[in-house]
């Protein structure tokens, strides 16, 4: 009634993978390296404890995971490997195994330097091979200042500052830094300066002298700067009280306003006279611990007297002290300080650019009613109806010179309003001028001002085809130092 069925071979699973694969080539596709292999891939992590001492060990932590299903791979065995953060080649510390959570551990030897650390699994018959990623372990070095030579000294006398560094240190350079301040407030308002400079001794102490010039309290610290495999170090601090000596005194013949150029005297006093003693005449810049020979040496006469007489360089603020220079106190400042403030004329408008003005005006000739303005040290002040500059003088000035003026060629009917602001609260405003009002000479006391405005105010009717221009000619400021 029935054809008879025919049967259908079956296939045991290995025999339906084998078919498979024979169509799969037939059908042109190649087997992937894992179907041929059938290596399984794998994951190692590292975690490493990131910074510790000098002279101290660390914990390197690892775990190895399968990547499908993220399973622990377990009783593995792992390599660490380490090297120095300068070097490229990888050296092997330890071969460990992974518990039943695929994790392992090692503890260091004791660390000198920073180390770069990975963790490898090299992999098996069945599992790929994998490393982690590369974990810096920063090795904190140390500094302590041990003591200095003395607690209270004479300002110029000379400090010893002793102390102890860790061993990888031996041999590193190190900054003896110094701020000066009558209290711990005082001096943590201040910036640190390099003041003298050392090295760290074969038995990993240091001894650093210096000799600072201030009065009241130096806090001193010893600073290693750092290199790729040494960590940057501080000391803690160590004070010393620093008062005047009498053994000179020191006076200058600087009345009122010293200009660049003009000739100072200064004159050392000895007690005890000292007399043939060599002695020179140096100064810092205000604000730096610098000292600079300012003049050939001298001698101290008969009466205990050493007079130097000089041009003042530039414009600035200086401290001027007279040196012994001969004899066992060649590294002694002995004087108090002078200060001298040396002043010059700069001028205000040597970047200004004028455009769309009349008459011959050049662009250096002073503010114009037509011009934009910038560069260093000043602001464009710019509106529908005013022109004008903000400048910083930042309370280095005592005078400000110019002439305001309107140029002939402009309408005659438009007029020029002119202020100078100081400080914006201090408003001068001048009379309006005219083309062919005669030009009016300006001076100012700037004395302490941080900024000055000069100002021009156009007319409502300005004609931009006939302008009238305004003008602060030749604008000059004296000063201690370019605005």
Known sequence: MFASRSRIPTFTRVGFSLLMAGLLVVGGVVPTADAKTRKIA???SASVTRSVTAGGSAIVAAR??????????????????????????????????????GKASFKTQPLSANVDTRVLYKGSAKYRSS??????????????????????????DPVLVSGTATAPLVGSPL????????????????????ISTGLVGGDGSFAI????????????????????????AESNSALVALSLSDAVAITSSAVGIVMVGQTVTFTGTASPARAGTEAGLYYQKDGSTTWTSAAPATT??????????????SAGVRNYSFRITSGTSSTKVYSALVQVATYSWFSLDSALAATGTSGSLSAKSGLVSGSQMSGRGYTTI???????????LGGRCVSFQAARAV?????ELQNIGFTARLDAQDEIEYDDLWPGDAPEPITLDVTGVSELSLILTLPGNYDLWLPTTGIWASPQVLCTAKP
């Open 131 to 156: 490393s982690s990623t590369v974990r810096r372990i920063v090795v904190a070095q140390g500094l302590r200042i041990t003591g200095t030579s003395a607690s209270a000294l004479n300002a110029g």
């Open 382 to 392: 710019r509106s529908d109806t005013v022109r004008g500059s903000l400048w910083r």
């Open 175 to 194: 900054e003896l830094q110094v701020r000066f301040g009558s209290s711990e407030l005082a001096r943590a308002a201040k910036s640190w300066a390099t």
């Open 209 to 232: 002298s210096a000799a600072p010039m201030a009065v009241g309290t130096a806090e001193f610290r010893a600073v290693f700067r750092g290199s790729k495999s040494l960590s940057a």
């Open 64 to 101: 190895v995971k399968l990547k499908p299903g993220n399973r622990a791979l377990k009783r593995v065995r792992v390599v660490v490997q380490m090297r120095p953060v300068e070097s490229t080649a990888w050296i092997t510390i330890a071969r460990v195994r992974t518990d039943k959570r």
């Open 407 to 411: 140029l002939d060629g402009g309408d």
């Open 42 to 44: 794998t994951s190692t």
């Open 300 to 313: 101290f006469d008969a009466t205990g007297h050493a007079t130097v007489t000089i041009a003042m360089p």
